[in-house]
């Protein structure tokens, strides 16, 4: 059985679209079990209408919440009842396997690293990000958020990391592994991207050198490691990039009444949400113990369905946290 703790408060659509989109997860594992953590009476409203197996769903309550606009590690060390601190210390006393939250990012990592710990070999930890490939398939970006100013040792293990991710849940049997650069040429970048090559170069099986923005999503790697500032930029670019795109295709499809939208929606539909992410939901915060998965703030149930069904439960029961620290433990640098 795995066992995922969701903080149902967390997200801008909190608590109904998180807790319908966990509800509807388990409609789907029969082996999969939901402790929703957050303050009862709302969760509860939030479950009115909702067809789901109780004997798998359990409610925690948790009367704080963290904001948005809360600064992380103040909010995880004073809000000490809050959702997501209590779905980490559930992960913490091993009644759950990984915890959920479309809530403050900062708070997430904070609280990662304050009450699950790095696994052995892991300086900085890492979001993972699923990206589409157009006429290619889907790859790993990472880092997508978590740590700004990353040496060139810790992108070496985020390579590690993305490798075994590439591998397990996206079924690359030899992973083309590549850092984002703003050139191809090995004499491109800034000094922490030039001083990360010749270790990868050396250590990473599949590295295929350096990729540019433009062939991203045209196939050339499995794996894009950077650090979080670029990776952020990149992710927010993609998704600000699509709201804009699909919005506007809609308009001049409808424009003077010229089309008719129903033919084409359930198409645009499917590749907004292969473009925009919900096909995965979540990204993983890899290197810590245990397993936290955000979400986008603004995820819907559908979003968080996902996340759970292609996120959380495959990463537990393939043992991903196993893997990284067999391979992390061969890595020869820090």
Same mark, same amino acid.
């Given at each position: 059985?795995?066992? @995922? *703790? !969701?903080?149902?408060?967390? /997200?801008?659509?909190?608590?109904?679209? #998180?807790?319908? $989109? &966990?509800?509807?997860?388990?409609?789907?594992?029969?082996?999969?079990?939901?402790?929703?953590?957050?303050?009862?009476?709302?969760?509860?409203?939030?479950?009115?209408?909702?067809?789901?197996?109780?004997?798998?769903?359990?409610?925690?309550?948790?009367?704080?919440?963290?904001?948005?606009?809360?600064?992380?590690?103040?909010?995880?060390?004073?809000?000490?009842?809050?959702?997501?601190?209590?779905?980490?210390?559930?992960?913490?006393?091993?009644?759950?396997?990984?915890?959920?939250?479309?809530?403050?990012?900062?708070?997430?990592?904070?609280?990662?690293?304050?009450?699950?710990?790095?696994?052995?070999?892991?300086?900085?930890?890492?979001? @993972? *990000? !699923?990206?589409?490939?157009? /006429?290619?398939?889907?790859?790993?970006? #990472?880092?997508? $958020? &978590?740590?700004?100013?990353?040496?060139?040792?810790?992108?070496?293990?985020?390579?590690?990391?993305?490798?075994?991710?590439?591998?397990?849940?996206?079924?690359?049997?030899?992973?083309?592994?590549?850092?984002?650069?703003?050139?191809?040429?090995?004499?491109?970048?800034?000094?922490?991207?030039?001083?990360?090559?010749?270790?990868?170069?050396?250590?990473?099986?599949?590295?295929?050198?350096?990729?540019?923005?433009?062939?991203?999503?045209?196939?050339?790697?499995?794996?894009?490691?950077?650090?979080?500032?670029?990776?952020?930029?990149?992710?927010?670019?993609?998704?600000?990039?699509?709201?804009?795109?699909?919005?506007?295709?809609?308009?001049?499809?409808?424009?003077?009444?010229?089309?008719?939208?129903?033919?084409?929606?359930?198409?645009?539909?499917?590749?907004?949400?292969?473009?925009?992410?919900?096909?995965?939901?979540?990204?993983?915060?890899?290197?810590?113990?245990?397993?936290?998965?955000?979400?986008?703030?603004?995820?819907?149930?559908?979003?968080?369905?996902?996340?759970?069904?292609?996120?959380?439960?495959?990463?537990?029961?393939?043992?991903?946290?196993?893997?990284?620290?067999?391979?992390?433990?061969?890595?020869?640098?820090?």
């Amino acid at each position: 059985m795995v066992t @995922l *703790a !969701v903080d149902a408060m967390g /997200g801008d659509h909190a608590p109904l679209e #998180i807790v319908r $989109g &966990a509800a509807a997860a388990l409609q789907v594992r029969q082996d999969l079990e939901l402790l929703l953590v957050g303050r009862r009476e709302q969760v509860e409203e939030a479950l009115e209408g909702v067809a789901y197996p109780a004997g798998r769903l359990k409610l925690i309550h948790a009367e704080e919440v963290i904001r948005g606009e809360d600064d992380p590690a103040l909010a995880v060390r004073r809000k000490k009842h809050s959702s997501l601190v209590t779905a980490m210390q559930l992960v913490r006393e091993g009644e759950a396997d990984a915890v959920l939250s479309a809530g403050n990012t900062g708070a997430l990592m904070a609280g990662a690293l304050l009450f699950l710990g790095r696994l052995p070999g892991v300086t900085r930890p890492a979001l @993972l *990000a !699923v990206l589409p490939g157009f /006429g290619a398939a889907p790859f790993v970006l #990472i880092d997508a $958020g &978590a740590n700004m100013d990353a040496r060139p040792g810790q992108l070496l293990q985020y390579a590690f990391m993305g490798r075994i991710y590439a591998r397990q849940l996206l079924g690359r049997t030899a992973p083309k592994v590549a850092l984002l650069n703003v050139g191809a040429e090995t004499n491109k970048g800034n000094n922490q991207v030039k001083k990360a090559f010749p270790l990868l170069q050396e250590y990473i099986e599949g590295f295929c050198g350096n990729v540019e923005g433009t062939d991203l999503f045209s196939g050339a790697a499995d794996v894009v490691v950077s650090d979080g500032f670029v990776g952020n930029v990149v992710l927010k670019t993609v998704e600000g990039l699509t709201r804009g795109l699909f919005g506007r295709f809609e308009q001049e499809l409808t424009r003077d009444g010229r089309a008719d939208t129903g033919v084409l929606r359930p198409a645009l539909m499917r590749l907004r949400d292969q473009v925009e992410g919900s096909g995965y939901g979540g990204a993983p915060l890899v290197g810590v113990k245990g397993l936290c998965i955000k979400c986008h703030g603004s995820s819907q149930a559908r979003s968080i369905e996902q996340a759970v069904l292609q996120q959380a439960y495959p990463f537990v029961r393939l043992r991903l946290e196993d893997l990284f620290l067999k391979d992390l433990a061969e890595m020869p640098v820090s």
